[in-house]
């Protein structure tokens, strides 16, 4: 198995890898939050305060907007830097600064050996995709859903927009080599569009797909309203919000 390099790890930060010392007693396993009872600990003594609002829905939102940094942080390692990232459920931690104005967790992975293309990279990126959806944000998306009622659409969404920034983001950097930006292209089309859905744990079609559409004025909008909105003493909306928000109840 390999490893990542140092100045991998130090790039991945950027995407909050977890890279200090610490303690699993101040830190939360990611399979913890797959538990009913423990989601709404969170909700009640962490996120309430952080997102302003008690709404289930919203903070159910919020949680996954914030998780799905996860997701920008793999597909990252595996485009750049071919190397894959155990992200299972089970081999995950997260952290979060006491002083944190929102809750944005760093991600720790206890196992921390890496996975490298063999013969067939393909096979190995649907692995790494496999890993990473089924086996990890699928399984928060459904949880996060039946205990804050919010639909499973517009956590997906959640989902897409942070990968969908991420790879049109590294894509503009010019340090990259015209080979790994064409990997990273491919990689990208794959991921968003063309990805079976049985690799994101789900039946009918790629989750991402639907959110995936051309820019206007530099903005890609949202098809659902992610309910930031209503963490905001101004009911400030996110410059991708759709033209109507509907209040939960």
């Known amino acids: 198995m390999a490893e990542l390099s140092r100045v991998e790890e130090k790039i991945l930060e950027k995407y909050r890898l977890c890279l200090k010392e610490i303690s699993p007693q101040v830190m939360v396993r990611g399979s913890e939050l797959l538990n009913k009872d423990r989601l709404i600990r969170l909700f009640n003594d962490n996120l309430q305060i952080k997102y302003n609002t008690d709404k289930q829905q919203v903070l159910g939102s919020m949680l996954v907007k914030s998780y799905a940094f996860l997701a920008a942080l793999v597909l990252y390692s595996m485009s750049v830097f071919n190397k894959g990232i155990n992200s299972s459920i089970d081999n995950l931690f997260l952290y979060t600064e006491e002083d944190d104005p929102f809750w944005l967790p760093s991600f720790h992975f206890v196992n921390s050996e890496v996975t490298t293309p063999a013969s067939n990279r393909n096979e190995w990126r649907d692995e790494v995709l496999e890993i990473l959806f089924k086996q990890n944000i699928a399984l928060m998306i459904t949880t996060i859903s039946k205990v804050s009622r919010v639909a499973k659409v517009i956590l997906w969404e959640n989902v897409a927009l942070y990968i969908f920034w991420m790879y049109e983001s590294t894509l503009e ?3 990259l080599s015209e080979e790994t930006k064409a990997r990273i292209r491919d990689d990208f089309s794959y991921v968003v569009m063309e990805a079976a859905p049985h690799l994101f744990g789900v039946k009918a079609k790629n989750p991402l797909a639907p959110f995936f559409h051309e820019k206007h004025n530099d903005v890609r909008k949202r098809s659902t309203c992610c309910l930031f ?16 928000c509907i209040s939960p109840n």
């Not at 909105?229 to 109507?244: A, F, G, V």
């Open 173 to 175: 950097d010019k340090d």
């Open 229 to 244: 909105y209503l963490t905001s003493k101004n009911n400030d909306r996110c410059n991708t919000c759709p033209i109507e």
